[in-house]
């Protein structure tokens, strides 16, 4: 593993590193805050999956999530969003190949070589993380933005006793009905829509639910609510009776103002489950 950088961060440091992973077959990179508390042993785990377009960088740098986790003395781990390089797959649309992996181990080709987000964020790189740094993988939690709230929602309801709480930043809620998600699931995943069921969040919450508190905060003006399809996951969750707190936040769009505005009501949703 290579560490690119190191910087002090609230008490703690923010890292960012580089590794061959075995899922993706690519380099990965990834940011990690460790709070000061990680000098003197391991530390509760929060994930932030991030949306279309970004890389590890802009949620570490944009979402101000370190300041909390620094008062919890949570970690934070901030995965790319796909793998990446000149020999993998890609499209000339943003939210499709590179920077748009949807947190899903791809089955179709050209994608399948390479598209292992799911295996990547799930297996390989808790493991590496509990090997190399001061990290207690038995208390994690999952929050992400867009499509990270996509990858958050799903990873969590299919690997039940994995995450001890789950939160969102206006996900994508409802991707097989939605122009986000269904161009890349049948590219990813084929036309068999049956075996989209498990990477869509309001599917999941109709014929699983989740065993974790769950926390959604989406923006009454966000441009994209549309392809978000909040709705239809409100409706799961009523209809399920899933305890959870789904709350739509007026005047707010899609942008990191909208998720640095409330990280701190995650991170303290979070750490009241991680230390409990
Ligand atoms: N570029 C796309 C939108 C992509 C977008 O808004 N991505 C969100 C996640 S879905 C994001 O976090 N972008 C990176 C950033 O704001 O730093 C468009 O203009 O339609």
Same mark, same amino acid.
């Given at each position: 593993?290579?560490?690119? %950088?190191?910087?002090?961060?609230?008490?703690?440091?923010?890292?960012?590193? &580089?590794? /061959?992973?075995?899922?993706?077959?690519?380099?990965?990179?990834? +940011?990690?805050?460790? !709070?000061?508390?990680?000098?003197?042993?391991?530390?509760?785990?929060?994930?932030?999956?991030?949306?279309?377009?970004?890389?590890?960088?802009?949620?570490?740098?944009?979402?101000?999530?370190?300041? *909390?986790?620094?008062?919890?003395?949570?970690?934070?781990?901030?995965?790319?969003?796909?793998?990446?390089?000149?020999?993998?797959?890609?499209?000339?649309?943003?939210?499709?190949?590179?920077?748009?992996? *949807?947190?899903?181990?791809?089955?179709?080709?050209?994608?399948?070589?390479?598209?292992?987000?799911?295996?990547?964020?799930?297996?390989?790189?808790?493991?590496?993380? /509990?090997?190399? *740094?001061?990290?207690?993988? +038995?208390?994690?939690?999952?929050?992400?933005?867009?499509?990270?709230?996509?990858? /958050?929602?799903?990873? &969590?309801?299919?690997?039940? +006793?994995?995450?001890?709480?789950?939160?969102?930043? %206006?996900?994508?809620?409802?991707?097989?009905?939605?122009?986000?998600?269904?161009?890349?699931?049948?590219?990813?995943? +084929?036309?068999?829509?049956?075996?989209?069921?498990?990477?869509?969040?309001?599917?999941?919450?109709?014929?699983?639910?989740?065993?974790? !508190?769950?926390?959604?905060?989406?923006?009454?003006?966000?441009?994209?609510?549309?392809?978000?399809?909040?709705?239809?996951?409100?409706?799961?969750? &009523? &209809?399920?009776?899933? !305890? /959870?707190?789904?709350?739509?936040?007026?005047?707010?769009?899609?942008?990191?103002?909208?998720?640095?505005?409330?990280? !701190?009501?995650?991170?303290?949703?979070?750490?009241?489950?991680?230390?409990?």
């Amino acid at each position: 593993m290579e560490t690119k %950088s190191e910087n002090r961060c609230f008490g703690g440091v923010q890292g960012v590193y &580089a590794h /061959a992973s075995r899922a993706t077959g690519t380099e990965m990179t990834f +940011g990690l805050f460790l !709070p000061e508390e990680a000098e003197s042993g391991p530390v509760p785990l929060l994930w932030f999956l991030s949306g279309l377009t970004c890389t590890h960088e802009n949620a570490m740098t944009k979402a101000g999530a370190q300041a *909390f986790a620094a008062e919890h003395g949570i970690a934070l781990c901030f995965p790319d969003t796909s793998p990446r390089g000149d020999g993998v797959a890609d499209d000339d649309a943003f939210d499709l190949g590179q920077g748009a992996g *949807f947190y899903l181990d791809a089955t179709e080709q050209p994608w399948a070589k390479h598209y292992r987000m799911r295996d990547y964020v799930t297996d390989e790189l808790p493991a590496l993380l /509990a090997g190399h *740094f001061a990290i207690d993988t +038995g208390r994690q939690s999952i929050t992400g933005h867009s499509m990270g709230g996509h990858g /958050a929602l799903t990873l &969590a309801m299919t690997l039940p +006793g994995r995450f001890r709480s789950v939160s969102a930043f %206006s996900p994508i809620c409802h991707p097989s009905e939605s122009d986000w998600g269904r161009k890349q699931f049948t590219a990813y995943l +084929g036309d068999d829509r049956a075996r989209w069921a498990e990477h869509d969040a309001t599917r999941l919450m109709r014929d699983r639910g989740l065993d974790a !508190p769950l926390l959604i905060d989406t923006g009454s003006a966000d441009q994209f609510a549309d392809l978000l399809k909040t709705e239809s996951l409100a409706e799961a969750i &009523a &209809a399920r009776r899933q !305890p /959870a707190t789904l709350r739509v936040q007026k005047g707010y769009d899609h942008s990191y103002f909208f998720v640095s505005s409330f990280i !701190p009501d995650h991170l303290d949703f979070h750490a009241e489950a991680l230390w409990a």
